[in-house]
């Protein structure tokens, strides 16, 4: 099987509740049907097409962007003039395939997330994030793998048992 035949494609529809289940993740079926312009009935089956294709993993809100070819990881850390640490944030947030932006202690200053479909695409990213005013260096490291995801369920459960 190729690449391509692992990604999953998402009409304007899927897109719609996606970004409804971003927005409001406890969001009811009729207020997502209400949202995207739907009937009940079909915003249920989408989210169940969603679910089975794991867009969405664990039948929760999370969402896996390798299973639309958003399947390049690397975690950029960059150096930053001080000065101009509000300008670079604000920039980095302009950038659709930044995930997430951390300001940081040791080495680098500030420790970005991105993504991208191809190591091309990943390329223009960092060009872009280079040519930001206040920016004089970057590090980038790829995933090569994921072992274990983003996750709080262990340690929620840790703190019922023993915080409490």
């Known amino acids: 099987m190729t690449r391509s035949e692992h990604i999953v494609?998402?009409?304007?529809?899927?897109?719609?509740v996606l970004l409804s289940l971003i927005k409001d993740p406890r969001i009811q079926i009729s207020e997502l049907a209400d949202e995207v312009g739907v009937a009940r009935n079909t915003a249920q089956s989408r989210l169940r097409r969603l679910q089975r294709a794991e867009i969405l993993r664990d039948g929760g809100r999370d969402i896996d962007l390798s299973k639309l070819g958003y399947d390049v990881l690397a975690f950029v850390t960059l150096e930053v003039n001080h000065r101009d640490l509000?300008?670079?944030?604000?920039?980095?947030?302009?950038?659709?395939?930044?995930?997430?932006?951390?300001?940081?202690?040791?080495?680098?200053?500030?420790?970005?997330?991105?993504?991208?479909?191809?190591?091309?695409?990943?390329?223009?990213?960092?060009?872009?994030?280079?040519?930001?005013?206040?920016?004089?260096?970057?590090?980038?490291?790829?995933?090569?793998?994921?072992?274990?995801?983003?996750?709080?369920?262990?340690?929620?459960?840790?703190?019922?048992?023993?915080?409490?």
Request: proline share 2%; net charge negative; charged share 25%.
């Open 9 to 16: 494609r998402l009409d304007d529809v899927d897109l719609k």
């Open 86 to 164: 509000d300008t670079v944030v604000t920039a980095l947030r302009q950038i659709p395939s930044v995930l997430e932006i951390h300001e940081t202690s040791g080495r680098g200053d500030v420790w970005v997330r991105l993504i991208a479909t191809d190591t091309h695409q990943l390329q223009s990213a960092l060009r872009q994030i280079l040519r930001i005013k206040g920016v004089t260096r970057s590090e980038t490291t790829f995933a090569l793998h994921t072992h274990l995801a983003y996750r709080a369920a262990p340690l929620l459960e840790h703190y019922a048992e023993h915080d409490h």
